[in-house]
């Protein structure tokens, strides 16, 4: 215990010396600091005298407003370069664009055929721009114009990349959503230049902008292109274009053999050397199947997509522009429109008379196969179009969607399913029959029916006969099976598929006819489906997507138009 006491009496009197010192020694140093002459190293003190004036804010706000004015000038030029005085041919066009960069060569010499080049003006700078023969047809050959735009698509990159100050892509191109191309020189402005050959005469009332939709020999589609017809009408007058429609070429013969004509505009067309196929900035475009790509590319899709929306939604500003074209251009007219608008009206008052809904449901067979892997070469089951029916039948009609056997309904069992296929067997499947009962399946309109062999048998038998016995060759019924194939067709009537190098298609008379009669029955199956209640098909058929787009945003919006076909929401494409 006493050696513990010690050592804290130690520690205590430790503790007590150390801060005792310490208090000592600090006195000392602050003595010595003060003591210590002034460092010549260090500024001298702050005073009134020698203190730092403010600017005056009238010289900095100038200095301000020039830097701003500079950063301006800057911004500008690098944007949109110098304006050009006057632009010559530099290059001609190459071959491959696509991965190798185009060789310029410096000449005055316009292309003998249709082509996109470089011109460059007296400052340095270079832009591309489109030159086609004043004396070329009108329209060029699909081929033609997919390679402009091909041509062209190559050598505004390498001005981007290569001619261009800076070898770079613009930023804010890149992260925001803009579909102006400044490297293309519009031929309007390229003939003002100097750099193609003048326009001759023109009319004073010539359009100043213009939007020409080319329905193309290439595509068999009916339906994708009616889907192309509205969309390219629909951006016409979104952008304020004139809208005009050539069906010099088109494999389903004359527009008015289906349609009314389209409203022509109050100004003239303009040139036709004067209208391209791309970019979709320039002032008098061109749109077919061939060039759909570059007009409604993804920079098309960036810039009307809705920001921060899926599905259907994201698709609304899409959708308007196909609505606007359908309901400006979809009238059907002379018979057909009397026919259509009376098995419309008979079909929905049997429906009311027995309080059910009217139901549509349009198949797609033939040479188109569903976007489900499951199926991707094969078909989708029929079941499933009828449960799909059968569950928005229940649903129209305010019924319990859990409820599957509904067979004693009287609401049900009334409500017509109408049908609408490319192939005229599936009316008879029983599959189909079974799985959508209790509903009664109807076909779309009786005014023109796809008829199979086995049916044409049937009702136009041709005798087996033979005229000698050395003659092999016997008589029969050819129908039309399995579903729409581009290449069945293509030979209707025995006619021989056109190659995209004729400028102009022939069609024998009997062709003709035969093809305007399955597109007016195609014409009529969708005006009496798109009246259903609601419908029910796969989005890998264009004549869905169509549909849709003919039943309305409501009708979209409220369910009443249902995909079977990989779960997809709507576009006007049918991909994701």
């Not at 949109?80 to 010559?88: C, H, N, Q, R």
């Not at 040139?271 to 749109?287: D, E």
């Not at 570059?294 to 899409?318: N, P």
Request: hydrophobic share 35%.
């Amino acid at each position: 215990m006493r050696t513990t006491a010690a050592n804290m009496r130690d520690r205590t009197n430790t503790n007590l010396s150390v801060s005792s010192t310490s208090s000592r020694s600090s006195l000392n140093e602050k003595d010595y600091l003060d003591s210590l002459p002034p460092s010549p190293t260090l500024p001298g003190p702050i005073t009134k005298e020698n203190r730092p004036r403010p600017l005056c804010r009238r010289q900095t706000a100038m200095r301000i407003l020039l830097a701003a004015l500079c950063a301006l000038l800057f911004t500008w030029r690098y944007i949109l370069g110098w304006p050009a005085a006057s632009y010559i041919p530099t290059s001609p066009i190459p071959d491959q664009v696509d991965d190798q960069e185009p060789q310029l060569i410096a000449g005055d010499n316009l292309p003998d055929e249709p082509a996109a080049f470089i011109v460059t003006d007296s400052h340095g700078s270079s832009k591309w721009t489109i030159s086609i023969p004043h004396n070329a047809l009108f329209p060029l050959p699909s081929y033609q114009y997919k390679d402009i735009c091909t041509e062209g698509t190559g050598l505004q990159r390498t001005i981007s990349t290569t001619i261009r100050p800076h070898g770079r892509r613009h930023w804010w191109r890149e992260h925001f959503r803009t579909t102006s191309d400044h490297t293309f020189l519009d031929v309007a402005d390229a003939e003002h230049a100097g750099a193609l050959s003048p326009p001759g005469d023109t009319f004073a009332d010539t359009c100043q902008s213009s939007l020409t939709f080319v329905l193309e020999s290439d595509e068999a589609s009916f339906g994708k292109s009616l889907l192309l017809l509205w969309m390219s009408y629909g951006l016409a007058r979104h952008e304020g274009r004139a809208f005009f429609l050539d069906d010099t070429r088109w494999a389903w013969g004359s527009y008015t053999s289906y349609f009314a004509a389209p409203p022509m505009p109050k100004c003239s067309p303009p040139p036709t050397h004067q209208r391209v196929p791309c970019p979709r900035t320039a002032k008098h475009l061109v749109v077919s199947a061939a060039t759909a790509g570059w007009t409604f590319g993804s920079a098309f899709q960036q810039e009307f997509q809705v920001a921060r929306k899926h599905g259907l939604e994201a698709q609304s500003r899409v959708y308007d522009l196909a609505r606007s074209g359908f309901k400006a251009l979809f009238k059907l007219t002379g018979e057909d429109s009397l026919y259509a608008a009376s098995r419309i009206a008979k079909l929905k008052d049997d429906a009311a008379a027995h309080g059910g809904s009217m139901v549509g449901m349009q198949i797609r067979r033939g040479d188109l196969h569903p976007f489900e892997y499951q199926y991707s070469r094969d078909y989708l089951p029929l079941e499933r179009y009828a449960r799909g029916a059968r569950s928005l039948s229940r649903t129209l009609l305010g019924g319990d969607e859990a409820l599957d056997d509904f067979s004693s309904i009287v609401e049900y069992v009334k409500s017509p399913l109408i049908l609408s296929s490319d192939d005229p067997d599936i009316m008879d499947s029983s599959e189909l029959l079974e799985a959508a009962a209790p509903l009664s399946v109807q076909p779309a309109q009786e005014r023109i029916q796809l008829a199979t062999k086995k049916r044409l048998d049937k009702t136009s038998p041709v005798a087996p006969l033979r005229d000698g016995p050395y003659v092999k060759h016997v008589e029969e019924n050819i129908g039309w099976e399995g579903g729409f194939y581009s290449a069945l067709f293509y030979s209707l009537g025995g006619a021989k598929r056109a190659a995209s190098t004729d400028y102009k298609v022939n069609i024998p008379e009997q062709t003709l006819r035969l093809r305007q009669l399955v597109g007016r029955a195609y014409l009529l199956d969708l005006t009496v489906v798109s009246e259903s209640d609601g419908v029910v098909c796969a989005i890998s058929s264009a004549s869905c997507r169509a549909l849709g787009v003919m039943m309305g945003w409501d009708a979209m919006t409220g369910g009443r138009w249902m995909n079977v076909d990989d779960g997809r929401a709507w576009s006007w494409t049918g991909q994701r």
